[in-house]
Nanobody, 125 residues
Framework: EVQLQASGGGLVQSGGSLRLSCAVS????????IGWFRQAPGKEREGLLC?????????VYAGSVKGRFTISRDNSENTVYLQMNSLKPEDTAVYYC?????????????????WGQGTQVTVSS
């Protein structure tokens, strides 16, 4: 059974940083894609970044986070991280991690079949 556990959210001031973690278990394919997404109230879920577990190759989906957010993984810990710097109030959202075992990072959000429960990030002005 594939399970994802996101953690690390919280309240931070504008300009601050947070690091989110996503513990992944139960994935049997060799090189899944693991992505970070977010959903703000009243908005659609938005893709942020994605990384391939084996190769470490990453993709940025959202121009709004380019240069501020980075994705990384520690395969020994089966964990993917989202480092968020220079946070802005508009980054406030519930952040999710998800796994795509079939089609890699260059794909539609609908191809991410397995999702974690989400962690709240609130950025105050």
């Amino acid at each position: 059974e594939v399970q994802l556990q996101a953690s690390g959210g919280g309240l931070v001031q504008s300009g601050g940083s947070l690091r989110l973690s996503c513990a992944v278990s139960g994935v049997t394919v060799d090189d899944p894609a693991i992505g970070w997404f977010r959903q703000a109230p009243g908005k659609e879920r938005e893709g942020l970044l994605c990384i391939r577990r084996r190769s470490g190759g990453s993709t940025v989906y959202a121009g709004s986070v380019k240069g501020r957010f980075t994705i990384s993984r520690d395969n020994s810990e089966n964990t993917v991280y989202l480092q968020m710097n220079s946070l802005k109030p508009e980054d406030t959202a519930v952040y999710y991690c998800a796994v795509n075992t079939l089609t890699g990072c260059y794909t539609d959000i609908a191809d991410f079949a397995f999702w974690g429960q989400g962690t709240q990030v609130t950025v105050s002005s």
